[in-house]
């Protein structure tokens, strides 16, 4: 029986249930470390006047600083897919644009010690006017953050698809609405770390860092260190402490610790800590939306125009701005909509940078276009759930290419939606729900939220924030590949080197399920390396944990790679036995042919290629060693009418969300959430729940509770893990329900689609639409604080 | 009275995991760091430093506490075990399992501070003490699991030691 | 995220602690650390000297004695918890402890501690107006017995001469016939309170006699008012009793306005709590568990 498919417990758990896990915190990997303390900005906004290291010297085990200046010796500033880039380098230099910016790095014997020496270093500032608000930053700049940005935009775009104007002006009831999306945060347990060394003769750098795609910004790294991409190898370790996107920003201070390490000439380590993580390291995107919806009278949902401003903060940073395009291609989301005007803005503000979160992209759409459902059913007076049937696309529509370019390739979105309108029991607690009103404080309300699950990004879809002009003088790029190597050594021992650097979602669990079904041996006589190397690791610039590609892209490289080393190994047998290849099988780790076993196994054949490599018979080369690159299919380049198909696949979810909220007091009680989810073919179904349930925790902070809220001069009011709420066991739903479709993905072999990220898109509108419903008021922005909503319930009464 | 001047190092004893270690400290070194750097035993991990996140969670004298909050020098002759202690423990298997069965982690940050708790406050629930459950949780935040597969492996190990409490 | 350097002192006795006190400008006093720590970690306190209170004898006993339960300075939260949860007549009390932090923070936090602290939405100093506690303290000229009410001054500021110590909180044991209450609104489980209220009530022939609601987090400190005299002798406490005592609350009311809550969401929560705390008070001193 396939392993594949089965709910197969990790093999990661057993080291670190006992706490053998080895993060990056727990390394020394080379003698002779110093530990780094940074000295940050106090102001969101100032000049550098003067930088005072004269009193180092009285601190004992210091071994040196450096400032932003001391970096220019040795960096270029970071490349950024924009037109107009502006100056970033991981360090300020004579000017500071955020709060938690790092001004001064020292090195000491201690991290103790070094934080005692930041306490005698001077820093003189000239305070600078804060931008702060997205919208007036653009519109009224009271300050341009950068000199080649006067109004602070940092990348504007406009797309028409259709004939939206006409769609528009032809629309029966037209929704208007704006929607404001906050800053939060991932908040991985384990903060941001960093070693680097290097090595004075060569010139090489080496940089152990918990960054899960480190072949992803590779390039850019190793530009902004001014070094070919040979000379800066980068290595995780065994294990990450999540991470859920956000540990890809680590990559500013892996140039700064690797340009430190030069210039103190020794090997330095940072392990952030929880302030400045807060402060400091990335967030994702707050936006503002402007959206126009037009129906017809019937419920048919024609056009769509949306105008959104990103946040993204005081430096636009790779990979931004691809919090405003890594949903291009699903603009609409699941409905049938042929016509969409979109313009976007990414909008610098006195703010730290942005970069990925859980979702990337997806709460910020999803969160105005699933509450814009809910407003058009009110005003059109149908049931929210019946207007998303009128207008899913429907299952012979597939594959459906949207209007702005992407492929879903895959999918059943009437009857997902079905099995969640039943799951929750919607049309009863509706009933319920309209007979409580009126007597006591507390109120019932039910939300649906539908969403299109992207996974496996294109790697071309961030040229879309070029114009097609602009692109047509670049070279193109697109593609969402992986690769793995599987390798077996001359006593049958099995090694699979996979390049996701997985933070906790278990692929060296289900790699080893892909290896021992397809070469039909014990999971135990396999090995998986997933700490990454990319002086080792096979090169990919795709590879990494994000986008939830791993079931998609990675999965597949890993099976592909196991096919050649079967092929490999069948067609040497075949040899040894003098038949053709076509008439022999793995079954339980040995060849059979037709007359059944023989007594040649995995363990035997790749011990002939390794203990006597001259007796091979042409063709077959030394050694089991097979590397496979695997590439999703339509995944390419942006064409020149802007069409993309941002993601390798799709899936899809539904959730509904039940809540009572307290008109008095505020208080929202998620009494059930049933989330349903059609992500094809799952290769694993407990870990794979074990990933909604993660995201389903992920998507209720943010409806509820955390913002990374700051005041005018751009201080942050929730820098700390009692201010910025992080969703306890307490805070879960009464019940959750997790249930699955399974409409395979075409276009791969394993017909697995990513998920993880889903509930991070779906669950802030569904909760919010619960709670509309509930209060019979239309919320407009998160999080849905006791605060917010008794202001609304007054508002809506008139008082407030 | 005895007093230990900021930059003096000062002599330790302190029992951890049932042995005795000596160090020379400065007075100031937080027990989070005393374990996992003077002792190497790092499966006790550092989230917040502020007490809020609960990865740095120790049984002190038998209760979990945060050693994130407690200075080295003032540990005394305070019994600490960490979760290499635990694992020791026969009874460790069977909560292994339980966690691995039920998916009760995914990166693993939180999970040697939630071990630590969740192995408490069974000692308390099999003593047929009652245990607020939501309230051992809510002491540590985990990021990965939505809080989900730890609650079905509370529950698994409560059906097999017959507990009274529900998770 | 590490302290600054700082002096150790270890004393022997409480006599030791007055010394250093009176002769060390900032030392500061360690007891469970869950707030001082912290700080420190933070560098937003840097205290020259740090004088530990673990291993000072006599101040880590429970005991009773005349009509009144007297805890030490250095018992640790959870173990108070654990003690009154046994003790009905102390209703509100094992209940309030309860929403202190988690059980990871109460087990080195200790009762003397977050007295000091006077957070003004605390819950320990909440709970020792309500059942009118006592404190003891210590200084260079002898010991002194406060009232709770007199010992809370102003936001984390409380009657403690700065060379004094508190050594122990009095808990008069309420007649057995008294049932108490205690609610929390807080973001999450454990976050401090946005409002606290609770509730102490007691009966005689099922007719009250007493009782004392108070509520934390709406002003400088907690507050507090006795059962309205002409309640008492009643049979039941009524929705319109219940609203005339609370009313009576009210006034002493001035809440903060912050990110968390307004004022006047402050005020309705004080309201909604103090109803629900009255009642259950009301049945739990009639023996019941409602
Ligand atoms: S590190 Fe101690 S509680 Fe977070
Ligand atoms: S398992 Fe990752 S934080 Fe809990």
Redesign the pocket.
């Known amino acids: 029986m396939s392993l594949l498919g089965q709910s197969i417990p990790r093999f990661e758990d057993g080291r670190l249930i006992n706490g053998q896990g080895q993060f990056i915190a727990d390394l020394m990997p080379v003698p002779g470390i110093k530990h780094v303390a940074i000295l940050r900005s106090p102001h969101a906004h100032a000049r550098i006047r003067r930088i005072d290291t004269s009193r180092l010297g009285t601190v004992p085990g210091v071994t040196g600083v450096i400032t932003g200046r001391d970096l220019l010796a040795v960096l270029a500033p970071f490349p950024v897919g924009v037109p107009q880039p502006v100056t970033y380098y991981p360090m300020a230099i004579d000017r500071v644009r955020y709060v938690g910016e790092p001004v001064v790095v020292v090195a000491a014997d201690s991290r103790y010690a070094a934080e005692d020496a930041l306490d005698v270093v001077e820093v003189d500032y000239d305070p600078l006017p804060v931008v702060s608000d997205i919208e007036t930053a653009c519109q009224m700049p009271p300050v341009a953050l950068h000199e080649n940005a006067p109004d602070n935009v940092a990348n504007h775009r406009e797309f028409t698809y259709g004939d939206p104007k006409t769609a528009l002006n032809h629309a029966d009831v037209l929704i208007q609405e704006r929607f404001v999306y906050p800053r939060n945060t991932a908040v991985p347990?384990e903060t941001y770390g960093v070693v680097a060394y290097y090595e004075r003769s060569s010139g090489d750098y080496t940089v152990w860092a918990n960054f899960h795609g480190p072949f992803t910004l590779h390039s850019v790294m190793a530009h902004a260190l001014k070094v070919s991409t040979q000379k800066l190898r980068i290595k995780t370790p065994q294990d990450i402490?999540?991470s859920y996107g956000v540990k890809s920003a680590v990559y500013p201070y892996m140039v700064l610790l690797a340009a430190t390490s030069r210039l103190l000439g020794c090997p330095v380590k940072w392990i952030e800590d929880r302030l400045e993580h807060m402060k400091a390291s990335s967030s994702a995107s707050a936006r503002i939306s402007y959206v126009t919806a037009g129906f017809s009278r019937d419920g048919r949902f024609q056009a769509l125009h949306i105008k959104q401003y990103d946040d993204v903060g005081a430096y636009i940073r790779a990979p931004e701005p691809a919090t405003l395009y890594r949903v291009h291609g699903n603009l609409t989301g699941a409905y049938d909509v042929r016509h969409v005007h979109l313009e976007n803005y990414a909008v610098m503000t006195n703010r730290v940078p942005t970069g990925l979160v859980r979702g990337y992209g997806g709460p910020q759409l999803y969160f105005p276009l699933e509450r814009i459902m809910d407003i058009a059913a009110r005003r059109l007076k149908m049931d929210p759930a019946a207007l998303r049937r009128a207008n899913v696309i429907q299952p012979d529509q597939f594959p459906y290419r949207t209007a702005s370019g992407g492929i879903y390739d895959s999918g059943d979105y009437p009857s997902v939606l079905n099995t969640a309108l039943q799951a929750s029991g919607y049309e009863a607690f509706r009933e319920k729900a309209r007979n409580l009103q009126d007597s006591g404080p507390v109120r019932l309300g039910i939300g649906i939220a539908v969403v299109v699950e992207p996974s496996g990004s294109n790697m071309g879809y961030v040229t879309i924030a070029y114009t097609p002009e602009e692109r047509a003088r670049q070279l193109p790029k697109s593609g969402a590949v992986s690769a793995a190597t599987v390798a077996i050594d001359a006593l049958g021992g099995i090694t699979v080197q996979i390049d996701s650097a997985p933070e906790?979602q278990g692929h060296e669990t289900v790699v080893r399920q892909i290896v021992a079904d397809v070469l039909t041996v014990p999971m135990a006589s396999i090995r998986v390396i997933a700490e990454m190397d990319t002086a080792i690791t096979p090169w990919t610039i795709s590879s990494g944990s994000y986008s939830s590609r791993f079931a998609a892209a990675g999965a597949n490289a890993v099976f592909s790679a196991a096919q050649k080393v079967k092929t490999k190994l069948l067609a040497l047998a075949a040899q040894q036995l003098g038949v053709d290849c076509k008439t022999l099988r793995f079954e339980e780790g040995r060849v059979w042919g037709a007359q059944g076993a023989t007594d040649l196994t995995v363990k035997r054949l790749a011990g002939l290629t390794h203990w006597n490599p001259s007796d091979l018979p042409a063709g077959i080369s030394p050694g089991v060693y097979e590397t496979s690159y695997f590439s999703l299919p339509n995944v390419d380049p942006p064409t020149t009418e802007d069409l993309i198909n941002s993601s390798a696949t799709y899936g899809f979810l539904v959730d509904v969300a039940k809540v009572a909220v307290n008109t008095e007091t505020g208080k929202i009680t998620v009494l059930d959430y049933v989330t349903v989810h059609d992500a094809g073919r799952l290769l694993n179904p407990l870990l794979a729940d074990g990933q909604i349930h993660g995201g389903v925790a992920f998507g209720l902070g943010s409806a509820l509770y955390e913002e990374l809220r700051y005041d005018e001069e751009g201080q942050l009011l929730t820098g700390s893990l009692m201010d910025y709420l992080v969703p306890t066991a307490s805070e879960m739903p009464e019940s959750l329900t997790v249930l699955h479709h399974h409409t395979t993905a075409p276009g791969t072999p394993l017909g697995a689609k990513g998920l993880g990220e889903g509930n991070v898109m779906s669950a802030g509108a569904a909760i919010a639409n619960a709670v509309s419903d509930a209060l019979g008021v239309e919320i407009c922005s998160l999080p849905l604080s006791p605060r917010t909503v008794t202001e609304s319930v007054m508002k809506k009464e008139g008082r407030g | 009275m005895t007093r230990y001047a900021k930059d003096q190092r000062v002599p330790v004893t302190l029992a951890v995991n049932g042995h005795e270690y000596r160090r020379w400290i400065e007075p100031r070194l937080l027990l989070s760091d005393f374990l996992r750097d003077e002792l190497g035993l790092t499966g006790t991990h550092v989230g917040c430093e502020h007490g809020v996140c609960g990865a740095c969670t120790i049984l002190f004298n038998g209760a979990p506490v945060r050693s994130c909050l407690k200075l080295a020098i003032d540990v005394g002759d305070g019994q600490i075990t960490t979760i290499e202690g635990l694992v020791k423990d026969d009874e460790f298997d069977a909560f292994r399992q339980a966690f691995s069965q039920n998916h009760a982690?995914?990166?693993?940050?939180?999970?040697p501070g939630v071990v630590v708790s969740v192995w408490e406050a069974l000692k308390r629930a099999s003593d047929s003490e009652s245990v607020d459950w939501n309230d051992v949780l809510s002491g540590h935040l985990?990021?990965?699991?939505g809080y989900v597969g730890i609650r079905r492996a509370i529950m698994a190990l409560q059906a097999k030691g017959g507990g009274k409490t529900e998770a | 995220m590490k302290p600054a350097p700082f002096d150790f002192i270890r004393p022997e006795s409480v006599d030791d602690i007055i010394s250093i006190l009176s002769h060390t400008a900032d030392a500061k006093l360690l007891a469970g650390g869950q707030s001082l720590i912290a700080m420190m970690n933070m560098r937003l306190a840097r205290p020259s000297a740090l004088v530990t209170l673990h291993g000072v004898p006599g101040l880590d006993a429970i005991e009773e004695k005349d009509g009144a339960v007297t805890v030490g300075a250095m018992v640790v939260q959870e173990r108070m918890r654990c003690l009154m949860s046994r003790r009905r007549e102390f209703g509100a009390l094992a209940e309030g402890i309860g929403y202190i932090g988690h059980p990871q923070t109460r087990s080195a936090g200790t009762v003397g501690g977050s007295i000091v602290h006077a957070d003004p939405s605390a819950e320990l100093p909440l709970l020792l107006q309500v059942y009118r506690g006592s404190l003891e303290t210590v200084g260079p000229s002898g010991s002194r017995h406060i009232a709770a009410e007199e010992f809370f001054q102003f936001p984390f500021t409380t009657a403690l001469a700065p060379d004094e110590i508190l050594v122990a909180t009095h808990w008069p044991v309420p007649t057995i016939s008294s049932g108490g209450s205690f609610r929390e609104f807080a973001r999450r489980r454990g976050d401090f309170a946005i409002v606290a209220v609770a509730c102490h009530i007691s009966i005689e022939d099922r007719r009250l006699i007493d009782g004392r609601l108070g509520a934390a987090g709406v002003a400088g400190k907690a507050v507090t008012v006795d059962l309205p005299p002409d309640l008492r002798g009643r049979p039941l406490i009524t929705e319109e009793a219940a609203t005339y005592w609370l009313e009576m609350l009210m006034p002493l009311l001035d809440p903060p306005d912050d990110l968390e809550a307004s004022s006047d969401l402050r005020r309705t929560l004080v309201r909604t709590l103090s109803r629900e705390v009255i009642a259950e008070a009301w049945v739990r001193a009639q023996g019941g568990t409602p």
């Open positions: 347990i402490g999540g906790g | 982690l995914q990166c693993g940050f939180c999970t985990c990021r990965c699991t």
